[in-house]
């Protein structure tokens, strides 16, 4: 593959290329307009213009790379440099905008295999140099820039390969660099799919899926990726790690936990064992109407609880409701539900929620707002480029809580977002996966950039976090912690499970290259 070109990730300072670009509807723009003061910003400074640090990676480190990776795959041109230097947040993508990269991997290195990256891992010990995994690069939670400003991003998207595929178990290996769309293309050839479909689907990768615990908006029926995998593979500074040998087991506990949500600072992971589900023979997605959030909530928990459980259930508040509505006629009021379901023969299931939902005071809308949803569920990223260009400031965070809890978290955080914008801010929020005992909860925010839009979102995004904290919900459902989670991450497990955290990072990794400064406090 090119660098130069890196035809496969996402675009420049934007989630997609110019030429995947989406409009904001009119309507949209209209409602912006009368809400918010919004200014254009300049034009997106180019790649080809944009600044990196002074390569400061000595001739003896380089060369040594070399010989384990061969020439090619040692890359320390400025474009590639700067495309690896972080994630995708709107502060990542603003940072970008602005053409000046402060903190940048100081050479991108492309292992082959899982031996390479062990000798890359062995030898950035022995020279004291930082190590940051790279996949998909859309890590919205600061997971890709590390405390060391002395690093290299390890590019896994030469390890792209399924290994095996057992179809008499249900089980595939996959390697960590393959991306999702292709994953899905190749175990659809065996007739298999993983089900997991995130909103990063179209740019990350099998190993980012689980070194962040990724859930796909499908988690109803799939579940989440963690719960997918059955093995893995990781290489440290220490040496391989094997984790999982066994549909379950009891011997000991199980260590594979110890990797999935790791986010590249215990090792790294270069392949999968994932449980995997025959492609479904059909697809059916509709929508509801409930009169308030409440009984959105109440028939959402039925389903989760009791069953039938459909495949999607994403039911937005009364605020996103509206700004998705605006224009279509698929909503008047109230709150809408998505419900989607997968499988060999889905009508008895389809009858049977939709009893169920009635009987909760749903209000059926037919197949067109399912389908209108399934057609545009990758477009949020998209638009918030738009939005971007608009001169608005949008970003996210989520929260997952207990039933018994969520609508207090619901209204505690979304206060706390509005509180710390008092100049006027849209907050919407939306539960998209469910479990028995409780749900998650996603919040966009859309307000003025103000004059440093950057610490304008840190003020926000704090006291949310200290309202998610202050209810007691998880300071992170399938983002990850990265850098920007981890004080509130320490506060959640404790001081004992931190220093725990710690004494395993110190064996793993004794000279502390992997991702410094990334999840372990």
């Known amino acids: 593959m090119n660098m130069e070109g890196e035809a496969s990730t996402v675009g420049w300072a934007r989630w997609g290329t110019t030429a995947d670009a989406k409009a904001l509807p009119g309507s949209a723009s209209t409602l912006l307009a009368q809400v918010l003061e ?8 180019p790649l080809a213009e944009a600044t990196v640090p002074d390569l400061e990676l000595d001739d003896t480190v380089l060369h040594a790379l070399r010989r384990v990776l061969g020439a090619e795959h040692v890359v320390t041109a400025p474009a590639a440099r700067a495309r690896h230097a972080s994630g995708m947040s709107t502060p990542d993508l603003l940072r970008h905008r602005s053409g000046e990269v402060r903190v940048a991997p100081q050479a991108v290195l492309r292992p082959a295999d899982h031996a390479e990256v062990l000798s890359v891992l062995d030898l950035c010990s022995r020279h004291r140099v930082a190590v940051v995994p790279f996949g998909g690069g859309t890590s919205v939670v600061g997971g890709l820039t590390p405390s060391a400003a002395r690093h290299v991003a390890v590019d896994l998207s030469r390890l792209n390969a399924v290994v095996a595929v057992d179809p008499v178990s249900r089980t595939a290996t996959l390697q960590a660099g393959l991306r999702a769309p292709r994953a899905a293309e190749l175990l659809a050839e065996h007739g298999f799919t993983l089900g997991h479909v995130p909103q990063s689907y179209e740019y990350a990768t099998i190993g980012g899926f689980a070194a962040t615990r990724s859930s796909g908006q499908a988690s109803a ?9 059955v093995a893995l593979t990781v290489a440290t500074p220490r040496g391989t790690v094997r984790a999982g040998r066994a549909p379950a087991s009891a011997a000991g506990p199980d260590l594979r936990q110890l990797f999935l949500g790791s986010e590249g600072a215990l090792g790294v992971i270069t392949d999968v064992t994932v449980r995997i589900r025959p492609l479904p023979m059909q697809s059916h997605h509709e929508g509801w109407r ?3 959030f409440a009984d959105g909530l109440h028939a959402v928990r039925r389903l989760a609880q009791d069953g039938p459980r459909p495949t999607v259930l994403r039911l937005s508040d009364e605020v996103e409701t509206m700004i998705g509505a605006t224009g279509s006629g698929h909503a008047e009021g109230g709150c809408q539900l998505i419900v989607g379901y997968d499988g060999a023969d889905v009508v008895p ?10 009987a909760h005071g749903g209000v059926p809308l ?10 545009h569920r990758f477009d949020a990223p998209y638009l918030r480029d738009a939005l971007l260009d608009a001169g608005a400031f949008a970003e996210t ?11 207090e978290v619901h209204d505690r955080v979304r206060q706390a977002i509005l509180d710390a914008l008092p100049d006027g801010a849209l907050v919407l929020s939306h539960v998209s996966h469910v479990y028995e005992t409780g749900a998650s909860l996603y919040f966009t925010v859309i307000c003025s950039p103000g004059s440093d839009p950057v610490e304008r979102w840190r003020n926000a995004k704090t006291a949310a976090s200290d309202a998610i904290a202050a209810t007691g919900a998880t300071i992170s459902h399938h983002h990850g912690v990265g850098a920007d989670h981890r004080a509130w991450y320490a506060a959640e497990i404790g001081d004992v499970a931190v220093d725990l955290l710690r004494a395993v990072k110190q064996q793993l990794d004794p000279a502390g290259i992997l991702n410094p400064g990334i999840l372990v406090p």
């Open 38 to 45: 919004l200014t254009p910003p300049p034009p997106a400074v």
């Open 221 to 229: 029926g799939y579940g989440r990726f963690d719960d997918m995998v």
């Open 290 to 292: 409930f009169e308030s």
């Open 349 to 358: 299931t389809v009858e049977a929620a939709a009893d169920v939902l009635a």
């Open 366 to 375: 037919g197949e067109a707002p399912g389908h209108q949803w399934a057609r």
């Open 397 to 407: 965070l989520e929260t997952a809580t207990y039933w018994s809890a969520l609508p």
